[in-house]
C-alpha cells in the first residue's frame, strides 16, 4: 500500500529553527507538495519539489531526496504566526495525491 | 483569500436531514474536487470534475451525491448522513488535472457535525 508519514505533533519556540519531517512508500513519483494549514482555515501551497535537493523560499526551505523516499520542511526564525497544521502529500505514479496525516506544530513564546 | 469560497462555514444536521454544500471558485479553473478531513487522518478525496464532467468517485457512499453545474461551482447534497460523518469537507479547484505539479487552492471547508 502507499504511506506517508510525518509526526502528528511538534512544539518549538518562537525565534528557533525547526525542521518537519516527511517519509513516504507511494507507487512511483511525481513530486511531492507541502501545505500550511491554520486552524479552520483553508490549506495553502508552500511548496512543491520534483528533484532532488533544497528549496529554499524566505524562511521556509523544503527539501527531497527521492532516494531515500524523505522531504522536510524547514522553518526558521519561527513566529507565533507559524502555529499550524503541515500537510505532506506525494504525486504518485497514477498522478494521484496521497497525503499524509499533517503535523500540528505549536510554537510557544 | 484563497480564491474559493465555501458555504456554509459550519453544519449542524440530523441524519434524516438533507442539506447541501455550496463551493464557488473565482479562479477560472477548470478541475474542482471534494475532500474529507477527519482529525488526525489525511485527506481523503471523494469526488472529482474536470470541465464539469465528473472523473473521479473514490467509492463514496450513495448519501454523498456531488452536482457541477459549470466550471466554477459545485456542490454536495446530503441526505441521511450518520454521525461517523462529521468531518470538515473541504473543496478545491486546480488549473487542469494531473500533471505532477498542479497546486490545489482550497476553501476553508464546512465543519459539519451528524446528530
Known amino acids: 500500500g502507499q504511506n506517508i508519514d510525518q509526526p502528528t505533533e511538534m512544539t518549538a519556540t518562537e525565534g528557533a529553527i525547526v525542521q518537519i519531517n516527511c517519509t513516504y512508500q507511494?507507487?512511483?513519483?511525481?513530486?511531492l507538495f507541502w501545505y500550511q494549514q491554520h486552524a479552520g482555515e483553508a490549506p495553502t501551497f508552500l511548496s512543491y519539489?520534483?528533484l532532488d535537493g533544497l528549496e529554499e523560499k524566505g524562511r521556509f526551505s523544503s527539501f527531497l531526496s527521492r532516494s531515500k523516499g524523505y522531504s522536510y520542511l524547514l522553518l526558521k526564525e519561527l513566529q507565533m504566526k507559524d502555529s499550524a497544521s503541515y500537510l505532506c502529500?506525494?504525486?504518485?505514479?497514477?498522478?494521484?495525491?496521497?497525503w499524509g496525516a499533517g503535523t500540528k506544530l505549536i510554537i510557544k513564546p | 483569500e484563497t480564491g474559493v469560497t465555501q458555504t456554509p462555514r459550519h453544519l449542524v444536521m440530523g441524519m434524516t436531514n438533507k442539506k447541501s454544500l455550496k463551493c464557488e471558485q473565482h479562479?477560472?479553473?477548470?478541475?474542482m474536487y471534494w475532500y474529507k478531513q477527519s482529525a488526525k487522518k489525511p485527506l481523503e478525496l471523494m469526488f472529482v470534475?474536470?470541465?464539469?464532467?465528473?472523473?473521479e468517485n473514490n467509492s463514496v457512499p450513495s448519501r454523498f451525491s456531488p452536482e457541477c453545474p459549470n466550471s466554477s461551482h459545485l456542490f454536495l447534497h446530503l441526505h441521511t448522513l450518520q454521525p461517523e460523518d462529521s468531518a470538515l469537507y473541504l473543496c478545491?479547484?486546480?488549473?487542469?488535472?494531473?500533471?505532477?505539479?498542479?497546486?490545489?487552492?482550497f476553501g476553508s471547508g464546512t465543519q459539519l457535525s451528524v446528530l
Open positions: 478545491a479547484s486546480s488549473q487542469d488535472l494531473g500533471g505532477g505539479g498542479e497546486k490545489l487552492f
Open positions: 479562479l477560472g479553473h477548470n478541475a
Open positions: 470534475y474536470n470541465f464539469k464532467e465528473q472523473t
Open positions: 507511494t507507487s512511483g513519483f511525481n513530486g
Open positions: 519539489n520534483v
Open positions: 502529500a506525494v504525486v504518485d505514479s497514477n498522478y494521484q495525491l496521497i
